[in-house]
């Protein structure tokens, strides 16, 4: 079909893929978007209308056991497609359920554009729990190679984030950073006697936020510490190793890769579905709803830029930009032959050019 030529033309140029292989990852992305799942039995319906579904789903199979993917190329391909010459911030996280017996856990990086994160890199652990330094690191590593440090403003994590070999490769890599910690961090050297981090905000006026002028040493490294007392009684407790007025404004931005992860599950493609439990064909698969969600996402912005989405007294949009592209590409896709050109039109947020 016409329609799948002109994606697959705008795939092959990003990737340099044998047509096959172009034509699979094409009509995979087209059918995810149809059926809103990643379950391959739903897929293989609509992969191919002029080959039956278990020609289809065998497809389907091959291509997850067989195909090898350039990981680094995609991430490269994402941020072609974002401004340029600006820097971005970075999301770390990690994302976790079960399936039988079987721990899926997800270790992501994402590109923060707007009000979400766009998945630049991932690995998927072989194990329950936590990530280790060296993990992040690696994967850290990948980031780097494929979209360069000078394209990264900072990098914002949550309380399993920290440790000092961790912060000790982000500072010798020159990588800002702003990480929330535990509030009983202790806090190795400072200008007083204070021991546990959360002391130095006891005295402060609740609820506010304040920045501590001073850099002091934890996990064995000097950063400085801004953070308040939350209204539940709790603290809310950054470190950074630079810029510590970016601190909450940059850290914000981390709330960006939960709700990533939610569009991947059950608000977009329904991740949880998947009965796939090796992890390399895992990581295919995020790599297919990659495209699929980056697609559907800049459809959503261009839709906001053009109407603007209603803003509802509670001060959020009433529909995410993610998902408004999703719904209006599903929109044109189930009745492509009537709306062709109006794909032909969406195309084009695929296109470097």
Known sequence: MRH????????????????????????????????????????????????????NYRRIQDFFLKFSLNYELLAIYIVSLLPKNIKFILTIDRTNWQFGRTDINILMIGIVYKETSIPLMWELLDKRGNSS?????????????????????????????????????????????????????VIQKYMSTVKCVKDLFNHNKRYSYVIIPHKMVIYKQEVYVSGNRTKKGDYFILISNKNPQDALKDYRQRWTIEKLFGYMKSKGFNFEQTHLTQNEKIKKLIFLVTIAFVWSYLVGVWIDESIKIKIKNHGR???????KGFDYLRSVLLFIDEKLNQFNFLVNFLSCT
């Not at 033309?9 to 799942?37: E, G």
């Open 4 to 55: 799948i030529n002109q994606l697959e033309n705008i795939l092959q140029q990003q990737f340099k893929c044998n047509k096959a292989r172009i034509n699979f990852i094409t009509s995979f992305i087209l059918a995810l978007i149809k059926v809103k799942t990643v379950c391959l039995n739903d897929i293989s319906l609509c992969l191919n209308y002029k080959s039956k579904e278990k020609s």
């Open 133 to 185: 330094t060296e993990e992040r690191k690696q994967i850290m590593k990948r980031v780097f190679e494929a979209i360069g440090k000078q394209r990264i403003k900072s990098l914002v994590g949550d309380r399993e984030f920290v440790g000092n070999k961790w912060l000790k490769y982000l500072n010798d890599e020159g990588i800002e950073y702003h990480i929330r910690i535990k509030k009983d961090a």
């Open 317 to 323: 949009k009433e529909i995410s930009l993610f998902r």
